[in-house]
């Protein structure tokens, strides 16, 4: 049995580097196209996409791009391709046909894809995917055979038809002698059809598939790539899963904040600690690229809100707060105008919170006079906190509400902002327990299906917020309550929310009488 793996930086907490309005809609299906083309070995020439009426997907996978994230992957385009604002229409002139549909089927998660897609060579699939929050998704069965792949491992997939349990333990026990070199060896049944599904940290050669379809009942051979920038491994360690195991490791070693994050995600990926501190380095300069052309104003047809980023510059001389939190405004606007006009941006933890770390923790910076090197091991500061969020909650709005995405960004962005300011891991610690507790209850009700409002005031919230809980934390204020506590905490009160105020756009503002108009209108 395949353990679960534990929450990476790169992979579940700051990233994917992507274009479109939401990571659990566009980023994750083109993941989810990619996977599916993958599989075809080849692009589809028909896919038809079911999404259940009580779900998230249902309402909202045209206006936050899950349709042509779905169609970019299918095309084998890039989350950051510049061409996936088209990819419906290049689909079409690509002939190939695809459909959305709501159907009323069985569903355990509110981000769920049942997905029929047909091959150039006539083969024709079945497919369940979940979309797990932040890009992040499972593969949970094909043609009704349940298994689990999340794209951070190589899969070689051995399908058998008209088998028994027995004999397909029987066949898993002989590619696992044969493949010595899989992390894991799975099977499973359904009905009289079976997979052995053999995750490897690189690509089987062709001479080891041929010696592997010898059996009588094989019925096809599929490999999938992985998809995700960190891989997974079998009998990965970490040097800690919550906060208060990792502030006895930086106590006991007097590390930084940001030095935990280099050890754990080092560990967590098997790389080396430079290579974490680059990939760091690198996500803020995509940061500052992507305040710096949403300040120059960006355009696009398919969105509420016209520049918004540009006024606090000419409404200067009469906002409250100094320059700072006029900054902070400034630029959680323009990162969040650059994900709306379909630029890219860096999720973190989520595309629809993607404006909460670039606007505190950029704005902050610069007024403070900080490198870029100090900013990319603030950064780390912050994905650490994002990795206890990830262990123990969701980045999902869909699963527990906006206080799982701008609520998490929050919590993410004191903590660096004390690591910034030279603060001990224990005040970054109870920064992040202090701006967490201070956002239970967030709903998610977008208007007119965008990520746009109230989305762009609740991460301008959650970044001045940030910026206080920092403030309380390096004053010596008591938290009271400690970090792993409120993130358990924080799922519970999530898991709570009614289903209409998590991203269906059932409840809230979403159904005022001029989100209505604005929906239509934008129809």
């Known amino acids: 049995m395949m353990e679960k793996q534990p929450p990476s930086i790169f992979n579940d907490v700051i990233g994917p580097v992507m274009r479109g309005p939401s990571s659990s809609h566009t980023a994750a299906s083109v993941r989810i196209g990619r996977l599916v083309r993958q599989y075809l070995s080849g692009p589809p020439v028909s896919c038809s996409v079911d999404f259940a009426p009580d779900g998230s997907l249902a309402s909202t996978y045209h206006g936050q791009g899950t349709d042509i994230g779905l169609a970019g992957g299918l095309l084998n385009m890039e989350l950051t391709d510049p061409r996936l604002v088209g990819s419906l229409e290049i689909a079409r002139q690509n002939g190939l046909v695809l459909s959305f549909n709501i159907i009323d089927f069985p569903t355990a998660h509110p981000n769920t894809y049942r997905i029929t897609a047909a091959g150039e060579d006539g083969i024709v699939v079945k497919f369940i995917f979940i979309s ?18 999340a794209g951070d491992y190589y899969e070689t997939l051995f399908f058998f038809r008209d088998i028994d349990q027995a004999l397909l333990k029987k066949y898993q026990t002989e590619l696992a002698r044969l493949i010595a070199n899989s992390d894991y060896c799975t099977s499973s049944l359904a009905g009289s059809e079976g997979l052995v599904n053999l995750k490897t940290t690189s690509r089987l050669t062709a001479g080891v598939i041929n010696a592997g379809q010898k059996y009588a009942h094989l019925k096809r051979v599929a490999q999938l790539d992985p998809i995700l920038p960190i891989r997974s491994r079998k009998n990965i360690t970490v040097p800690f899963t919550c906060a208060a195991a990792a502030l006895e490791l930086a106590e006991a070693e007097q590390l930084e904040i940001w030095q935990l994050a280099l050890r754990y995600e080092s560990e967590r990926g098997g790389v080396s600690a430079e290579k974490v501190y680059s990939m760091a380095a690198k996500l803020v300069k995509i940061m500052k690229t992507s305040v710096r052309e949403g300040l120059a104003g960006t355009e696009y047809e398919d969105r509420i809100l016209g520049p918004q980023a540009i006024k606090i510059e000419r409404a200067r001389g009469k906002l409250i707060g100094g320059e700072l939190f006029s900054q902070i405004i400034a630029y959680t606007t323009a990162v969040m105008e650059v994900k709306s006009a379909m630029g890219v941006i860096v999720a973190a933890p989520t595309a629809g919170s993607c404006g909460v770390l670039p606007g505190a923790l950029l704005a902050t910076a610069e007024d403070m006079g900080f490198s870029d090197d100090a900013v990319a091991k603030v ?44 603060g001990t ?3 970054a610690f109870d920064a992040a327990s202090i701006a967490l507790q201070n956002i239970f209850g967030m709903v998610c009700d977008p208007v007119a299906d ?3 409002v109230p989305c762009l005031g609740k991460n301008v919230l959650a970044g001045l917020n940030a910026v206080g809980a920092a403030n309380m934390a390096l004053a010596g204020y008591d938290k009271v309550i400690p970090l792993d506590e409120t993130i358990v905490a924080l799922h519970q009160v999530g898991k709570m929310l009614p289903p209409e105020l998590r991203c269906t756009g059932a409840a809230g503002l979403s159904v005022t009488k001029t989100a209505q108009q604005i929906h239509h209108r934008l129809k």
């Open 450 to 452: 965008r990520v746009e």
């Open 132 to 149: 797990t929050g932040g890009g992040m998704i499972e593969l949970q069965k094909i043609d009704d055979i349940p298994l689990l792949i």
């Open 379 to 422: 950064l780390l500061a912050a994905g650490i906190i994002g990795v206890l969020i990830a262990g123990r909650s969701t980045f999902a709005a869909e699963e527990c509400g906006c206080q799982a995405e701008c609520g998490s960004a929050s919590g993410m962005a004191a903590a660096g902002l004390v690591q910034m300011m030279g």
């Open 425 to 427: 891991v224990r005040e």
